[in-house]
C-alpha cells in the first residue's frame, strides 16, 4: 500500500485546512487509517482515525472539537479537515493505515506516508 498525503501548507491561526491521503496498491476499505502528526523536537503523536467504519473515530486530545476525519473508501481517500488552526499545530502530519484500530492509535501502523508539512503562524 502507497499513501500520499496532500493539501499541508502555511496558514495564519484561526484558519483551515483540508488534507488529504491517496491510497494506492491495494483497497484499504478494510483498513483502520488515520493521521499522526510530529513537531520539532516532538515524539510523533495520534491526531484522528477510524477503522474501516467512520462509526469508530478517534481523535487525539489536543484537536477534538477543531479536526474531523473522514474517508471515502470508494476513492481510497482519507481527510482531515483542520479549523482554528493554532501555532501548536504546526507539524509534519503522516497518513497511515493498519488493519488493526490499535496499531494504528498507538503509533506502529503498517504503512506510512511521507509527509505533508503544516505550518500556522500566530
Known amino acids: 500500500v502507497q499513501l500520499v498525503e496532500s493539501g499541508g501548507g502555511s496558514v495564519q491561526a484561526g484558519s483551515s485546512l483540508r488534507l488529504s491521503c491517496a491510497a494506492s496498491?491495494?483497497?484499504?476499505?478494510?483498513?483502520?487509517m488515520g493521521w499522526h502528526r510530529q513537531a520539532p523536537g516532538k515524539e510523533r503523536e495520534f491526531v484522528a482515525g477510524?477503522?474501516?467504519?467512520?462509526?469508530?473515530?478517534y481523535y487525539g486530545n489536543s484537536v477534538r472539537g477543531r479536526f474531523t476525519f473522514s474517508r471515502d473508501n470508494a476513492k481510497n481517500t482519507v481527510y482531515l479537515q483542520m479549523n482554528n488552526l493554532k501555532s501548536e499545530d504546526t507539524a509534519v502530519y503522516y497518513c497511515?493505515?493498519?488493519?488493526?484500530?490499535?496499531?494504528?492509535?498507538?503509533?506502529?501502523?503498517?504503512?506510512w506516508g511521507q509527509g505533508t508539512q503544516v505550518t500556522v503562524s500566530s
Open positions: 497511515a493505515a493498519d488493519d488493526r484500530i490499535r496499531d494504528l492509535y498507538v503509533g506502529t501502523p503498517e504503512y
Open positions: 496498491g491495494r483497497t484499504v476499505n478494510n483498513y483502520a
Open positions: 477510524s477503522a474501516w467504519s467512520e462509526a469508530d473515530t
